[in-house]
């Protein structure tokens, strides 16, 4: 298995809603990633996960809230989200630097998010 | 990680080759050249990468020049399935903290008429 699944593809939500983004992997990174991504404009990086550790977060609100349950899943949880947060989301993979198969990163599709 | 410039945008006729050009003036000694694209709503898809010598895949080419200030990747035939938006984009591979940030720029369009 060679990709990155995010799921769902496309969400409409609320201010007030809370939803979760899921990203999975089967490929053995150990390193995860979430982007953000406006229309016209290229992926702006907002998390980074290594072996289950948050190990950077670049100045993101609290609203959007990280989670890696496992070395294969990367959640993204969203609470009251404004409409300026619509954008694509992201996700992507790694190996670590320990690992070194491949340098490459895996991006899933996204999630497509419309805050209403 | 240093900062790359690349002409924001390029055409392409089909079956040609595709040369599309990126500087990287102050990249340092382990530092890599990466090249990804981005083809309208996808994510983006790594296509090559290099730290001195010259590499080719199934993909693509990449040349860098031997001073590593600037870098050509190359479609050798292009198809209407290349257009898409070409990152170029250098970061250290290991160590350190900055292995994470894969930091986009503003990319080439590349589009490709038949």
């Known amino acids: 298995d060679t990709e990155v699944t995010q799921t769902p593809k496309h969400l409409v939500m609320g201010m007030t809603n809370k939803k979760s983004l899921k990203c999975e992997q089967h490929m053995g990174h150990r390193a995860m990633y979430w982007y953000k991504q406006k229309a016209k404009k290229p992926p702006e990086l907002m998390f980074v996960y290594s072996y289950e550790k948050l190990s950077i977060n670049e100045s993101v609100p609290s609203r959007f809230s990280p989670e890696c349950p496992n070395s294969s899943l990367l959640n993204l949880h969203l609470h009251a989200l404004q409409p300026e947060d619509s954008a694509l989301y992201l996700c992507?993979?790694?190996?670590?630097?320990?690992?070194?198969?491949?340098?490459?990163?895996?991006f899933g599709s996204g999630t497509r998010l419309t805050v209403v | 990680d240093a900062k790359t410039t690349q002409p924001p945008s390029m055409d392409c006729a089909e079956g040609r080759a595709a040369n599309l050009p990126c500087n990287h003036s102050?990249?340092?000694?382990?530092?890599?050249v990466y090249w990804y694209r981005q083809i309208h709503s996808q994510g983006p898809q790594y296509i090559i990468h290099g730290l001195k010598n010259n590499e080719t895949n199934e993909m693509a080419s990449l040349i860098i020049t031997e001073d590593r200030k600037s870098s050509t990747l190359i479609l050798p035939h292009a198809t209407l399935r290349d257009t898409a938006v070409y990152y170029c984009i250098v970061r250290v591979v290991a160590g350190g903290t900055s292995y994470g940030k894969l930091t986009f720029g503003q990319g080439t369009i590349l589009t490709v008429h038949p």
């Open positions: 992507a993979s790694s190996p670590s630097p320990a690992q070194r198969r491949s340098y490459g990163y895996t």
């Open positions: 102050t990249i340092s000694g382990n530092e890599y």
